[in-house]
């Protein structure tokens, strides 16, 4: 049988996910990550988009007319991820009896 093959990044998510169980301070650090990460994203898209509809680019305007908002995905994954692990952190924090 084949095995199927693991991405790097799932297994960086998993062991990044288990130790927040285990240690709350790591899971604060790596929720503020995604926080910022999330931020820069949707200022990366938004000035992107303005550019775009700004300087009347056809092909680069029509495509964020058409699909904008699809743009902006990748801010939402990196707060969907910093909501999980948020979650995961204060759960840890309240296991270990600060809360």
């Not at 949707?42 to 509809?53: D, I, M, P």
Request: aromatic share 16%; charged share 20%; with cysteine.
């Amino acid at each position: 049988m084949a095995r199927k093959r693991r991405s790097e990044r799932d297994g960086l998510l998993e062991m990044l996910f288990e130790f927040t169980g285990r240690f709350w301070q790591v899971g604060l650090v790596v929720t503020c990550r995604f926080i910022f990460l999330a931020a820069l994203a949707f200022r990366l898209v938004s000035n992107h988009t303005a550019l775009a509809e700004g300087r009347g680019i056809p092909d680069i305007g029509a495509n964020v007319a058409a699909g904008g908002w699809l743009f902006y995905g990748v801010p939402l994954i990196f707060l969907a991820l910093a909501w999980v692990f948020g979650a995961k952190t204060f759960e840890a924090y309240n296991r270990q009896g600060h809360f």
